[in-house]
Nanobody
């Protein structure tokens, strides 16, 4: 069974940087696409960024393009979201997603796993 442990959230000022990490335990790490979603208060969970099994292909939501970078380390079994030039509208709970056999830009309940979430608060 796959489990995800996230870390790195916190409070930042607008313009600052934060790095989120997601470590995966369980089998077949390379069979999973890894991605990040976020959910702001009163809003639905939305896609932020995703990388394929190799880390060679990345996708980003428009609001974070040019500011956020997603990567993965298949030796450490970890995905990372580097967030630069943070804005107040980036305030949300960020969730890591492990997507079995498909892009982590969307969730399939029968095969995929969410992390517990880590809170990011950006003050303007």
């Amino acid at each position: 069974q796959v489990q995800l442990e996230e870390s790195g959230g916190g409070v930042a000022q607008a313009g600052d940087s934060l790095t989120l990490s997601c470590v995966m335990s369980g089998r077949n790490f390379r069979s999973y696409g890894l991605g990040w979603f976020r959910q702001a208060p009163g809003k639905e969970r939305e896609f932020v960024a995703a990388t394929d099994w190799s880390g060679g292909i990345a996708a980003y939501a428009d609001p974070v393009k040019g500011r956020f970078t997603v990567s993965r380390d298949n030796v450490l079994r970890k995905a990372t979201l580097q967030m630069n030039s943070l804005k107040a509208e980036d305030t949300a709970v960020y969730y890591c997603l492990a997507a079995y056999g498909h892009s982590a830009s969307y969730y399939l309940p029968e095969t995929d796993t969410w992390g517990q979430g880590t809170r990011v608060t950006v003050s303007s």
